[in-house]
Structures are given as C-alpha cells and as structure tokens.
C-alpha cells in the first residue's frame, strides 16, 4: 500500500493538492493506465510519457548555458519490457511514478519550469538569463510553447495550489500576509541519508510574477524547509521585505546548518 497523510477521506482535486495525498495519484494514474482506454498498458504509458514531455520534462529546456543544463528523465516502455517482460507488467507495477518516484527524474530547472507553466495556466517561455540584448527584445528569448492542456483545466489547480500554502502542508512556514502564494511541498525519498526537501510555488496567484523552485539536500520534508525558503525569496521580490511576524522564520532559515 501507499502511505499518506491524515486527513479526511475521500479527497477531490483541490484536496489532494492540498494534502499531498500519495492514495489520490495512484488511483488516477491506475485509471489512466487502464489497459482498456489506449489497447495496453504499454500504449497507455508511452502516450502518458509523452503528454508529460509536453511540460518540459525529459529533455533540455535550452537555457543560456547548455554545457551546464542537466536534464531529468521519463522512462520508456521498453525499460519494463525488458525488466518485466513485454506484456507482464501494470500501472500496479509502475505505481510510483504517480507521485514522481521510481525511474522518474526531474532536475530542478525542470520544476521550476513547470511552476511557471501552472502560474502561467498552461505555457512557459524558455528560460533565458537576459531578457533582452541591446534596446529591443530578442525574437527567440520570448518564444511561447504551449501544453496540451486547456487553460481552464489549470484552474482547480491552482485553487489546491494556494490552500497548499493558506491552509495546507505548507502554512507554518509559507504564509505571507496580503500574499497569494501558490505552491506544493515534496518529500524526496534518499536511501543513502535524510530524505530532500522540495518546493515549487509562484505569486501572485491571479498575476503571477514569479515561479521558483526550492530543493534542500537531506533536509527532510518539503514543508519544513523548501517551502520557507522560497516563500521569503517570494515576499522579499515582490514585496522588497520581510514581513515583522515572519522575521522569527527568516532567521531561522539564516542560521540553519544544512
């Protein structure tokens, strides 16, 4: 079985986002990978790979300095063939993709990237590190590259993102008054020390002006100490201080020994 939160059961969208419940994304991918719905489980998984492709994941994403950028990875059909035998394995075999586990991998400018793709409800820009050269902007540096999805399917979305951080595994670090933050927290599971702390977020909710992506070696829950982090680069960007009752938070994160 799959281990979650206590919380109340069952959840819809915005609850699981909510509550980061492990039970509601491995319910949905087993429903995707429905052996009914695309022919096979094999069909079902490599169109399931490439919509996820889509959002930037898997491949570089072509930013200023090429020789660094790392990439993730989306694993193929043909790695369980070969493990598993062709035809011998389920979503219940692969179940820990659903919660970005397993043979997935995503490197950091990846979820960055796709913080922006859901502030932006469905597209991103390329990450550059110029937004312009000389006095006009570069045609290249503002190309627009779109999901599949249809802008409204974004919006139950965000809403979980923002009770995330309003009320959810994010609100005893993340939230900044009079600052609609969006966000969701993440456990890295590490089987050679503490597990990696992960947040991704952006603000404002309604007009989003920044995205960001927060990962903290062996720093344990994406709660504890990714989310703060990020939400005090957040409220420092857009509103140039930190506010009084969260100084106790910033200085936290200031004198913490990673």
Request: glycine share 10%.
């Amino acid at each position: 079985t799959v281990g979650c939160h206590h919380h109340k059961s069952p959840l819809d969208l915005r609850g699981s986002i909510k509550h980061s419940c492990n039970a509601y994304y491995c319910h949905v991918f087993k429903d995707y990978l429905d052996p009914k719905r695309f022919g096979s489980t094999e069909a079902a998984f490599e169109r399931w790979g490439n919509q996820v492709a889509k959002f930037g994941f898997g491949k570089k994403l072509g930013v200023d300095l090429p020789q660094v950028e790392r990439t993730g990875g989306i694993p193929q059909p043909s790695l369980y063939n070969n493990t598993y035998g062709e035809g011998r394995w389920f979503a219940s075999t692969i179940i820990s993709l659903a919660i970005g586990q397993g043979e997935f991998q995503a490197s950091v400018a990846e979820l960055a990237n796709f913080a922006a793709i859901l502030a932006n409800r469905g597209s991103y820009i390329r990450p550059h590190l110029v937004r312009s050269i000389g006095f006009t902007r570069t045609p290249k540096l503002v190309d627009t590259f779109k999901t599949p999805v249809h802008p409204r399917h974004f919006d139950p979305v965000v809403e979980g993102l923002y009770q995330v951080v309003e009320d959810g595994t994010a609100r005893w670090y993340g939230k900044v008054p009079d600052l609609d933050i969006c966000g969701k927290t993440g456990t890295s599971q590490n089987p050679h020390g503490e597990d990696h702390s992960v947040f991704i977020c952006f603000a404002p909710k309604d007009t989003p002006k920044i995205a960001i992506a927060t990962l903290v070696e062996n720093a344990g829950y994406g709660g504890t100490w990714a989310a703060p982090i990020s939400t005090l680069m957040i409220e420092e960007y857009l509103k140039g201080q930190i506010h009084p009752r969260r100084k106790w938070i910033e200085k936290r994160v200031l004198e913490a020994d990673f």
